[in-house]
């Protein structure tokens, strides 16, 4: 099973995040890079500025649109998941009281 972080953060923002769970897990953790294909037991966080979707077991990155309302990377990533893998895919999503919620 692999396992994809998708965060809602400013084009700008500067993750630690790679690093800080590497120290906590014994799987591989790594920032997605466009075209990769996921493996067992890795761990992939969105780079910043970036929509992510899969494809066929594939990484699929692309600059985040301008000009759209908020910013919800997750919406995108969900929706490549569930029309490929329908029931067979788990998605868990965190939110925060001030963050935007899903959108339909």
């Known amino acids: 099973m692999s396992f994809i972080y998708v965060q809602h953060l400013s084009p700008d923002y500067k993750s630690m995040l790679s690093a800080l769970l590497s120290k906590s897990t014994k799987m591989k953790v790594q920032e997605a890079v466009n075209g990769i294909a996921m493996e067992p037991d890795n761990f992939y966080i969105i780079p910043p ?42 998605g868990i999503y965190f939110r925060a009281e001030e963050a935007m919620a899903l959108r339909d």
């Open 49 to 90: 500025n970036k929509e992510m979707s899969v494809t066929d077991g594939h990484i699929k990155l692309l600059p985040r649109k301008k000009g759209m309302p908020g910013n919800l990377p997750i919406n995108i990533f969900f929706a490549s998941l569930a029309e490929k893998h329908k029931e067979y895919v788990i």
